[in-house]
């Protein structure tokens, strides 16, 4: 499969606890976001990186929430002292830079998280 | 920021019936409109995607239309077919900075198709 995968699938933690999920996009995207999506709502954007470098953090990322991509491949997302409001499905989607933008964005599976 | 409102948030309709999806946006700037198709428990996928220099795109029985000047967008699919059956999400974004887009989405209608 050469699509977006992320990993876990599922999650279930308690309140307090850390978690961190990952993300390995497209092989030769260059652009990666992740999104969280709650029930019955679209996707809401959280942050983009376009290799390495983290470009746009939205303001529904708290600061006990961070992500990386190290080397401009994989992602990972890591929620700090989780909340009970963080349960959530966590997308991401990946894209190769267009010129002007609208480029298409390739979703993973999600990792779904529950906090107990 | 961008808004998008999606109208209905539910639809059902008859095997072989139309169906249309119609969204609006706030951002005049926005230039990208992607519709996505998200089945219980899987992915969003994209299924048509329409840009602001063009005001109508088709792929067999899916088309999307576009009217700048109203600021709204709407899917429509012919024939629907049981298989049809998912939540659709439509999408805006616009090209800022180094030209990355951050979509905004709207909260999805849950089409149903009965045979």
């Known amino acids: 499969d050469t699509g977006v995968s992320q990993d876990p699938r599922h999650k279930i933690t308690k309140r307090g606890q850390n978690v961190t999920f990952r993300c390995d996009p497209i092989s030769e995207h260059n652009r990666l976001y992740w999104y969280r999506q709650t029930l019955g709502q679209g996707p809401e954007f959280l942050t983009y990186?376009?290799?390495?470098?983290?470009?746009?953090k939205s303001r529904l990322l708290s600061d006990r929430f961070s992500a990386e991509r190290p080397k401009g491949s994989f992602s990972t997302l890591e929620i700090q002292r989780t909340e009970q409001g963080d349960s959530a499905m966590y997308l991401c989607a990946s894209s190769l830079a267009r010129r002007g933008g609208g480029e298409t964005q390739y979703f993973g599976p999600g990792t779904r998280l529950l906090v107990l | 920021g961008e808004n998008v409102e999606q109208h209905p948030s539910t639809l059902s309709v008859q095997e072989g019936d139309s169906a249309v999806i119609k969204c609006t946006y706030s951002?005049?700037?926005?230039?990208?409109f992607p519709w996505y198709k998200q089945e219980l428990g899987k992915r969003p996928q994209l299924i048509i995607d329409?840009?602001?220099?063009?005001g109508e795109k088709k792929d067999q029985r899916i088309a999307v239309t576009l009217n700048k000047t109203a600021k709204h967008f709407s899917l429509h699919i012919t024939e629907t077919q049981p298989e049809d059956s998912a939540v659709y999400f439509c999408a805006a974004s616009k090209a800022v900075n180094s030209g990355y887009s951050t979509l905004t989405f709207g909260k999805g209608t849950m089409l149903l198709v009965s045979p």
């Open positions: 990186f376009q290799n390495e470098a983290q470009l746009e």
């Open positions: 329409i840009r602001s220099n063009v």
């Open positions: 951002d005049s700037a926005s230039n990208y």
